[in-house]
């Protein structure tokens, strides 16, 4: 790692070649000797606060792209329509789930009435984890009836079947879930997102522009945030329909298509490789 932190930090190197940052980080290395750095226009909009060492080079629809696992579960019915009432869920990391977060999920509660939360994390599995969760909700008026917390489950067929308890997942704030979001909709669930002022905000809102749900699912502010929960759940009926047909157009989408995506990569890289050997002909005409 240090030797190629050197090589890196020596632009006599490949001085036609581009060093490229995609994926993994969702932040600026600070590197001056990497160059660009992979995104779109809706996870670094061209108005966007952040600031980054590399120069942002925005893909056309989006730049993740998502292969699910070869054998999925079935889609399974909407819970809401057995158990009478919305169940909200997060298999997200609970590093991601703040104070702020855990506010706007309890109103979230409070504003469809009879709802519940399910989260699952390794955490829960603890009896000490279990109540200091239960405590962080209880703060804001939410008792423990309200709350499912499921300890981790090892296998993957497991852990994609917990998504059959739950109507509809809520992301986390201001570091949005990627793969937890791309699980959560190949099993029908959609999930509710905050657009927010970094890449790793935004990543929620780019995956659900990408898969086609964003105007149902993507909020500009914390009181949006809670009326597009409401609005989707409102019509179970409505909500069944759309949890069916969710994989489908997922599956359809820019999201899933990886040659497409693989296509904007390849041209990325010859625009830049393109740039960079202009640059060297000026460096030598001089």
């Known amino acids: 790692a240090v030797l190629q932190c050197g090589v890196l930090s020596d632009r006599t190197f490949f001085r036609s070649c581009c060093r490229v940052t995609w994926i993994g980080y969702p932040n600026t290395t600070g590197l001056p000797t990497i160059d660009y750095r992979l995104t779109d226009p809706v996870a670094d909009p061209v108005d966007t606060l952040q600031k980054f060492s590399e120069k942002l080079w925005r893909l056309p629809v989006s730049f993740l792209c998502y292969t699910p696992f070869a054998t999925l579960p079935p889609v399974a019915p909407l819970p809401a329509l057995q ?44 009896p000490e984890g279990h109540a200091a969760y239960l405590a962080r909700f209880a703060a804001h008026g939410i008792g423990a009836d309200r709350l499912e917390l499921v300890p981790y489950i090892f296998d993957t067929a497991g852990h994609l079947g917990a998504y059959a308890r739950v109507d509809v997942q809520l992301d986390p704030f201001p570091y949005a879930g990627t793969t937890t979001t791309c699980e959560s909709m190949v099993m029908g669930v959609p999930v509710i997102t905050l657009r927010g002022e970094c890449h790793a905000n935004n990543v929620g809102a780019s995956l659900n522009t990408s898969v086609g749900i964003a105007e149902e699912t993507v909020a500009n502010t914390a009181e949006e945030y809670i009326e597009k929960a409401v609005a989707l759940t409102s019509n179970v009926s409505k909500l069944a329909l759309f949890r069916a047909d969710l994989r489908k157009r997922m599956f359809e989408s820019p999201l899933c298509d990886g ?17 960079a050997t202009k640059r060297k002909s000026r460096m030598h005409a001089a």
């Open 83 to 126: 158990n009478g009432y919305v169940t909200f869920g997060s298999c997200n990391a609970l590093a991601k789930i703040t104070d702020d977060v855990i506010a706007l999920w309890c109103k979230v509660l409070n504003a469809v009435a009879g709802s519940r939360l399910l989260m699952k994390a390794k955490y829960f599995g603890t």
């Open 259 to 275: 040659e497409a995506r693989a296509h904007d990569v390849e041209e990325a890289f010859a625009s830049m490789i393109a740039a």
